[in-house]
């Protein structure tokens, strides 16, 4: 793939590459408004697409600078993750989602595959999903909280999470 700007030309040559390589149905979807066009993938195929998108040379995508976890809200019942994936050599970005209906249940967190085994900074990020908005990584090698305390209640960044009133006896707000 030759170096183009970020926009709706690279993401149509991924989308046929990937078409290609894993069928039609491992693109769900194509956002191509707002600032960032996006692909919404087969949730149970992320790692797999980020290992080709990564080690294809055509595409190259070596550097995963962020992985966010989403609460579509309490209406949706979604859940989802946003991955920004950077070809260092080829300069261009693609934003990968993916997402899935959960019940907002806390016994039954909404699960997607760890891509932590093709990039080792995931493992960071999908904690941080894990523990703020309560989205578990199948896979991850030391799925934990990392900001919050251990035995932290719920997850701050859930559309319905409230706010603890004391935590061990202080009072917070």
Same mark, same amino acid.
């Given at each position: 793939?030759?170096? @183009? !700007?970020?926009?709706?030309?690279?993401?149509?040559?991924?989308?046929?590459?990937?078409?290609?390589?894993?069928?039609?149905?491992?693109?769900?979807?194509? /956002?191509? !408004?707002?600032?960032q066009p996006a692909?919404?993938?087969?949730?149970?195929?992320?790692?797999?697409?980020? =290992? /080709?998108?990564?080690?294809?040379?055509?595409?190259? &995508?070596?550097? =995963?600078?962020? =992985?966010?976890?989403v609460d579509y809200?309490?209406?949706?019942?979604?859940?989802?993750?946003?991955?920004?994936?950077?070809?260092?050599?080829?300069?261009?970005?693609?934003?990968?989602?993916? @997402?899935? %209906?959960?019940?907002?249940?806390?016994? %039954?967190?909404?699960? &997607? /595959? @760890?891509? @932590?085994?093709?990039?080792?900074?995931?493992? $960071?990020?999908?904690?941080?999903?894990?523990?703020?908005?309560?989205?578990?990584? %199948?896979?991850?090698?030391? =799925?934990?909280?990392?900001?919050?305390?251990?035995? $932290?209640?719920?997850?701050?960044?859930?559309?319905?999470?409230?706010?603890? %009133? &004391?935590?061990?006896?202080?009072?917070?707000?």
């Amino acid at each position: 793939m030759e170096k @183009s !700007t970020f926009g709706t030309m690279i993401l149509e040559e991924i989308k046929t590459l990937l078409t290609e390589k894993f069928g039609e149905d491992i693109i769900q979807e194509t /956002e191509t !408004t707002g600032l960032q066009p996006a692909l919404l993938i087969n949730p149970d195929r992320i790692a797999e697409v980020c =290992l /080709e998108l990564r080690d294809n040379p055509k595409t190259y &995508f070596d550097f =995963l600078a962020c =992985l966010t976890g989403v609460d579509y809200g309490k209406d949706n019942n979604r859940f989802g993750v946003v991955y920004h994936l950077t070809s260092i050599p080829y300069k261009t970005q693609i934003t990968l989602k993916i @997402s899935k %209906e959960n019940n907002r249940d806390l016994d %039954e967190l909404p699960t &997607f /595959e @760890s891509i @932590s085994s093709v990039y080792k900074t995931a493992e $960071w990020h999908e904690r941080e999903a894990y523990d703020l908005v309560g989205i578990f990584f %199948e896979n991850h090698p030391d =799925l934990r909280r990392i900001l919050l305390p251990d035995d $932290w209640e719920g997850y701050p960044l859930r559309k319905d999470y409230a706010n603890a %009133e &004391f935590y061990k006896g202080i009072k917070i707000d």
